[in-house]
């Protein structure tokens, strides 16, 4: 049987045109800029792009920009897979942005603290904590941090700084003052009157930057502030002396978070990506690039981050809080610091 040259050009441009297609099948991320942006874009993309015949399309930008971005996109969704903190992952799951999560064998290698839900999935802990500068704790004969109490000490008035409450850093030390002052997520009163009368009046500033932060230490205007481990790593990675402490109490648990986005026209690459960041090995590159301590328990990390990160037995002493419970009530709290603590 022969075919006119115009079926077999036709044909195979229908053939060419599918191949194309396939070829130009675009995963779009949203994800934090910086050190992480950087680490995707150089360390796991590619491999990830070669491994499933696709290319990715990453969008920086911090949680908040993230979630707005969702909000404002509904009704056509330019995100397949977005990365946030896990305070807004579960708004962003409430909202009805994240899809279902596909059952895989990785996922269960993951802690069950990172199991946030059915839809989205903890791909890193950071710990929040005390920073502190340990050239000056020495100097003055200080032992180092230890409760989230210290934050009264006298001896801290001017040289401590606490993120506010529009940073996870500064609701958690909110929640954990009113834990150890007898309230909680739902009796929010007794951590308002200790931020206000014996955290505050040691505060030089509420610093919501992490830039900002880092210069308040290296220029010696600050000894102290509660931080993230990864944020502490970053810091003693330029050689300052900086060093992070786990409160007795426990330091509260901030994840990395992942979740396919519905209505996504790559849903099975989307699953598969966030598969991918699980990976053990992955995992590992997180951790040394932002210090994101591993959520795969078959990660194993060298000894100086281990040292430093949440990680192996330090998960279990990882403090959760209720997003549940503080996600509806952040708007009006948010509205009180500013009136009681930051006045």
């Known amino acids: ?27 779009t991320v949203g994800g934090y800029g910086g050190s992480f942006e950087t680490l995707l874009k150089e360390l796991v993309i590619p491999q990830f792009e070669k491994e499933h015949d696709v290319t990715i399309s990453f969008v920086p930008g911090n949680s908040t920009e993230n979630l707005a971005r969702l909000q404002a996109q509904r ?21 009805g942005f994240c899809a279902p999560l596909e059952d895989s064998e990785i996922k269960n290698d993951v802690y069950d603290i990172a199991r946030l839900g059915d839809n989205s999935i903890g791909l890193g802990f ?48 909110l929640v954990m003052m009113a834990r150890l002052n007898g309230g909680g997520e739902n009796d929010i009163d007794p951590g308002f009157t200790a931020m206000t009368e014996e955290v505050a009046p040691n505060v030089l500033v509420f610093e919501p930057s992490s830039g900002k932060m880092s210069e308040l230490f290296q220029s010696e205007e600050i000894a102290l502030s509660i931080w993230g481990s990864g944020r502490t790593k970053s810091l003693a990675d330029t050689g300052f002396p900086a060093a992070f402490a786990y409160p007795d109490e426990g330091a509260v648990a901030l994840m990395i978070a992942a979740c396919p986005v519905v209505d996504s026209d790559a849903p099975e690459e989307a699953q598969a990506f966030i ?25 194993e990390l060298p000894e100086n981050l281990a040292a430093s990160l949440p990680y192996g037995d330090k ?13 509806p009530l952040r708007e009006e709290w948010t509205k009180r610091w500013a009136r009681e603590v930051e006045r």
């Open 1 to 27: 049987m022969k075919y006119s040259s115009i079926a077999l050009t036709a044909a195979f441009g229908v053939a060419m045109t599918g191949a194309a297609f396939a070829q130009d099948k675009t995963l």
């Open 75 to 95: 009704s056509s969704q330019e995100l397949d897979v977005v990365i946030l903190d896990d305070g807004p992952m579960y708004q962003a799951d409430a909202l």
């Open 126 to 173: 950071v710990a929040t904590g005390f920073t502190y500068n340990t050239e000056w704790f020495e100097r003055e004969g200080w032992e180092p941090p230890s409760s989230w109490k210290d934050l009264t000490d006298p001896k801290f008035e001017g040289i401590l700084s606490v993120p506010p409450i529009s940073n996870t850093y500064g609701l958690h030390t």
């Open 275 to 299: 598969d991918y960041l699980l990976d053990p090995e992955v995992q590992v590159k997180l951790a040394d690039a932002i210090g994101a301590g591993p959520t795969n328990k078959n990660a």
């Open 315 to 327: 998960i279990a002493d990882l403090v959760a809080v209720d997003w549940d419970v503080i996600n």
